[in-house]
Nanobody, 118 residues
Framework: QVQLVESGGGLVQPGGSLRLSCTAS????????MAWYRQAPGKERELVASIAGGGTTNYADSVKDRFAISRDNAKKTVYLQMNMVKPEDTAVYYC????????????WGQGTQVTVSS
């Protein structure tokens, strides 16, 4: 199992920006599939963005053109840059890691709260 530690959550005003970070332990980070999920109160956890070992990215329609996922393999860290945030982006954000895009073995971080409010 990979250990994932998230940081960067907090309170942000609508239209503002926030960057989440997730640092992983273990080996072979560069080939791992990484993703960010979120879960709002009373709702199911949903995929926000993902990035494969090769760098291919995927986004939920609700965050396209506002959020950007990236990775720094030397630092074993994946980022989620959140721009033009909306109140509906309020949720606990979870980092996810799998050995590859085709693997069903998931590792999860503890979650970081993001609250968008004026």
């Amino acid at each position: 199992q990979v250990q994932l530690v998230e940081s960067g959550g907090g309170l942000v005003q609508p239209g503002g920006s926030l960057r989440l970070s997730c640092t992983a332990s273990g080996s072979f980070f560069s080939i791992r599939a990484m993703a960010w999920y979120r879960q709002a109160p009373g709702k199911e956890r949903e995929l926000v963005a993902s990035i494969a070992g090769g760098g291919t990215t995927n986004y939920a329609d609700s965050v396209k053109d506002r959020f950007a996922i990236s990775r720094d393999n030397a630092k074993k860290t994946v980022y989620l840059q959140m721009n033009m945030v909306k109140p509906e982006d309020t949720a606990v954000y979870y980092c996810n890691s799998r050995p590859s895009v085709n693997s069903a073995i998931n590792s999860w971080g503890q979650g970081t709260q993001v609250t968008v409010s004026s």
